[in-house]
C-alpha cells in the first residue's frame, strides 16, 4: 500500500490528491525505536523529515554529555527544515518513544517546492514562525528573570503538548 500524508502536516495544507502521493513517493520512511539517534549534529543535512508517529526531541549535547533540550516534537510535525542551508546538523534528533519518520532528500524537496507553490508558501510560513519564535526566547533572556522564563516554558509546553482534562 502506497504511503499517504494526513492532512494534519502543515507543509502539506493545500495540496491536491496526487500532489500528496508524489510528495510521499519522494519519501523513505524508517522506524525508530525510544531512544535511538535520527540524526547527530555534525551530519550531513541532507534530508526534511516528517515525523509521522510518536515523539522525537531535538538536543544539543556539550563535550561533557549534558543535553539541553531544544525542541519537543509530536506526530505531524517537520523537522530538518535547514537542509536548504547545505549547513551540516546544527543538533541531534532521538526519539523519544517509537517513532515512524518520512525523509525526502534535499534534491527532491527543492525539485517539489518549484513545482509546488502552495508547499513554498508553507514552508516560508513554517520557517518563519520558527524564527519568530527564536527571536522571542532570545529576547526573553535579556528581560526577564530565570523564574519567569521556566514559568513561559511550562506554559508553551503545556500549549503544545498538553491534554485539556
Not at 500524508?5 to 490528491?17: I, S
Not at 563535550?63 to 536548504?84: R, S
Not at 517513532?99 to 534534491?107: E, N
Amino acid at each position: 500500500m502506497p504511503m499517504t500524508f494526513p492532512t494534519a502536516v502543515e507543509l502539506l495544507h493545500g495540496l491536491g490528491e496526487s500532489e500528496a502521493r508524489e510528495f510521499a513517493r519522494l519519501c523513505t520512511e524508517r522506524r525508530f525505536r525510544a531512544g535511538n539517534t535520527i540524526f547527530s549534529k555534525g551530519d550531513p543535512a541532507d534530508s526534511l523529515c516528517i515525523l509521522r508517529e510518536g515523539f522525537v526531541r531535538l538536543v544539543s549535547l556539550s563535550e561533557q554529555g549534558a543535553e539541553t533540550i531544544l525542541h519537543l516534537l509530536k506526530a505531524d510535525t517537520i523537522f530538518g527544515e535547514l537542509l536548504l542551508s547545505e549547513e551540516l546538523r546544527a543538533f541531534t534528533a532521538v526519539a523519544d518513544s517509537d517513532a515512524v519518520i518520512s525523509f525526502i532528500p534535499r534534491a527532491s524537496f527543492l525539485k517539489f517546492l518549484a513545482a509546488s507553490p502552495a508547499v513554498s508558501l508553507n514552508f516560508i510560513r513554517l520557517l518563519s514562525n520558527r524564527l519568530a519564535r527564536v527571536e522571542k526566547t532570545f529576547s526573553e533572556f535579556g528581560h526577564t528573570w530565570s523564574y519567569h522564563r521556566l514559568a513561559r516554558a511550562l506554559l508553551r509546553l503545556a500549549e503544545e503538548h498538553g491534554e485539556k482534562t
